[in-house]
């Protein structure tokens, strides 16, 4: 049970290219989430999806798209990377009762990306 | 917008040293509450929650916290702090239907 991962651990980006990044989860997770993590400023999330084929923006979802096209995985795209994209990524899955209450979180490990 | 508050950004302790870090959110409704921790060059993980019952929950490694529903405070404590409890904690507040919300984090250096 590899939990949730995440491809890739590092990448720098020239401005203007465009990069995916993957999240996997095996735990069957009905919840997914992508967040950025920048000093000072904690986790804020881009966005997440509810179960597969769905997605919503979150707090920070410009320059960002998602997609949940199987229940397992949730790509996070950057179309033309800024140098303000440079943070840490991390992807999480939780799981709900059936209804709106979510439980906790599992975190991925997290992708370092740089865009100079 | 709901939003969580950290008290501090940055403690400073001794080993054997209590601990008391504050967190502060902004919505009046129905919450569940978490505890996260992120050793250096690690990822997030889950230290305790909160869903209902005992307002005082117990996680892993000696922590614990009470959730003070009048003052939408949910402090995380530790009697005695060691080395390895070096990290940054994250509260976080999931609001039933909205998604978590984190506090911007507290880094804990503990002086051996």
């Known amino acids: 049970n590899a939990g949730v991962t995440q491809t890739p651990k590092f990448r720098v980006l020239k401005t203007g290219q465009s990069m995916t990044l993957l999240c996997a989860q095996d735990?069957?997770?009905?919840?997914m989430y992508w967040y950025r993590q920048d000093p000072g400023m904690g986790l804020r999330l881009i966005h997440y999806?509810?179960?597969?084929?769905?997605?919503a923006k979150g707090e920070v979802p410009d320059g960002y798209n998602v997609s949940r096209l199987k229940k397992q995985n949730f790509l996070l795209g950057l179309e033309s990377a800024a140098p303000s994209q440079t943070s840490v990524y991390f992807c999480?899955?939780?799981?709900?009762?059936?209804?709106?209450?979510?439980?906790?979180?599992?975190f991925g490990p997290g992708t370092r990306l740089t865009v100079t | 917008a709901q939003s969580v508050s950290q008290h501090n950004h940055h403690v400073i302790l001794s080993e054997a040293a209590s601990l008391e870090l504050g967190c502060n959110y902004s919505y009046g409704g129905t919450v569940n509450l978490f505890w996260y921790v992120q050793y250096p060059g690690q990822h997030l993980q889950l230290l305790l929650k909160?869903?209902?019952?005992?307002?005082l929950v117990k996680g892993i490694k000696g922590f614990e916290a009470e959730f003070i529903k009048s003052k939408f405070s949910f402090n995380l404590r530790k009697p005695s702090v060691q080395w390895s409890d070096t990290a940054e904690y994250f509260c976080?507040?999931?609001?039933?239907?909205?998604?978590?919300?984190f506090g911007p984090g507290t880094r804990l250096s503990v002086l051996p």
């Open positions: 999806s509810v179960g597969e084929g769905t997605t």
């Open positions: 909160y869903f209902s019952g005992d307002p």
């Open positions: 976080a507040v999931d609001n039933y239907g909205q998604n978590f919300v």
């Open positions: 999480a899955s939780s799981t709900t009762s059936g209804g709106l209450i979510s439980y906790e979180q599992y």
């Open positions: 735990m069957n997770h009905e919840y």
